[in-house]
């Protein structure tokens, strides 16, 4: 495992995030225990010791999952992740009670990372205004050892997070952002590094393989990767690439199955950065498929919580992507005439209490009216 100097402490370069764990049936709520608890291990064995978790997580259950099965293990052996979540506006006023909850889930009597949770457009005036005192209760905590480093997530635009900055960033430790090669443009991945890394914060990467979508490549894509790296992986690119980002120091991968964390944690055993031109090239490639239109969601499932109509909305999204990309086809409708009527697209009521929470600002009701049109259902 290669590992990272944070401050005066070794990370390792992987992390395992809490957030795609292994489920039973499909139900993202149901945390298949057995799996994760094996996971849990052979990431402990295998050098990994960070662990990222949060309490929306798997409908809230990710927390108790992490709490459960990392109390096995001494506390000095592994550093544990959660977040304060200001994603859903109506927590704002409850930062004690969530964070005293929190370590109770967690099994902990302190978080070594805290951080603000999805710092965005929908939340930046909550996160910053004093009447919550948000910033003071979790100072507080750091103070009284209970957080041994505070930072933030972001998925806003760059002016949000330099209004987060410009206020808090005297006091930020460690920036987790949304970078891989797709989005080093697409969702102006690069300047969101420079831009933090112009307080001296150091980044944490999530999403590095997009939800699992960069595990995979269009033939074009692929053939060229193999081209210039004969022996590398289409997954292994995604890391090779962040490798390559020298303000990258935690890189956090969602993993839901002992051959993907296998996978990471072999890739993870030496560092083989890409090189200028490969860089150059990958981020090339990710452009032209960008521009063919395809909608940013990672399924990170914030929006289906708050969905009244209770739609598999990533499922979706992900099947509009595919109709829009392949300019068509039998796929989505089929998919879609699969269903059952109360979940599809035509059930959208256009209420958007969905893109308030949505981390990637999609436009979700749009997509709902555009993509029933488009297949008739």
């Avoid at 697409?186 to 590094?193: G, H, L, Y």
């Avoid at 112009?198 to 995979?216: C, F, H, S, T």
């Avoid at 860089?279 to 490639?285: A, C, D, E, G, N």
Wanted: glycine share 8%.
């Amino acid at each position: 495992m290669i590992y990272r100097k944070f401050q005066d402490i070794s990370l390792s370069g992987l992390g395992l995030g809490m957030m795609r764990l292994p489920v039973i049936d499909g139900d993202d709520s149901r945390i298949d225990e057995a799996k994760a608890a094996e996971m849990i291990d052979f990431a402990m064995k295998n050098g990994v010791n960070y662990y990222d978790t949060a309490w929306g997580y798997h409908s809230g259950n990710s927390e108790f999952t992490a709490g459960k099965f990392l109390s096995g293990y001494p506390r000095e052996s592994y550093y544990l992740a959660s977040k304060f979540p200001g994603y859903d506006n109506s927590n704002m006023p409850k930062v004690k009670e969530i964070f005293e909850k929190q370590l109770e889930k967690c099994r902990t009597p302190y978080f070594d990372f805290y951080l603000f949770h999805n710092v965005y457009e929908g939340n930046i005036d909550d996160y910053l205004n004093p009447k919550f005192g948000i910033l003071d209760y979790l100072l507080e905590q750091k103070a009284n050892g209970r957080i041994r480093h505070l930072g933030f997530s972001a998925h806003g635009d760059l002016g949000v997070i330099q209004r987060f900055l410009d206020a808090y960033g005297e006091h930020m430790e460690f920036c987790q952002l949304q970078v891989n090669y797709m989005d080093w443009h697409f969702q102006n991945a690069r300047e969101k590094v420079e831009l933090v890394s112009k307080y001296g914060i150091p980044v944490w990467v999530m999403e590095p393989v997009r939800g699992g979508k960069l595990a995979d490549a269009p033939e074009k894509m692929k053939s060229i990767m193999k081209s210039m790296r004969p022996d590398e992986s289409i997954p292994a690119w995604a890391f090779r690439f962040l490798q390559a980002i020298p303000e990258v120091t935690m890189v956090l991968s969602g993993m839901s199955s002992m051959e993907q964390l296998k996978e990471n944690i072999a890739v993870w055993s030496e560092d083989k950065p890409l090189n200028e031109e490969e860089f150059q090239r990958i981020v090339s490639l990710a452009d032209e498929q960008t521009k063919m239109g395809g909608l940013p969601c990672t399924a990170c499932h914030y929006c289906t919580s708050h969905c009244p109509q209770e739609l598999p909305i990533p499922e979706l999204i992900a099947l509009y992507n595919e109709h829009k990309i392949t300019g068509g086809g039998f796929l989505a409708p089929m998919a879609v005439g699969s269903m059952e009527e109360s979940k599809r697209p035509a059930n959208c009521i256009g209420c958007r209490s969905c893109e308030q929470v949505c981390p990637q600002q999609i436009e979700i009701s749009a997509m709902m009216s555009d993509f029933s049109a488009m297949i008739n259902m």
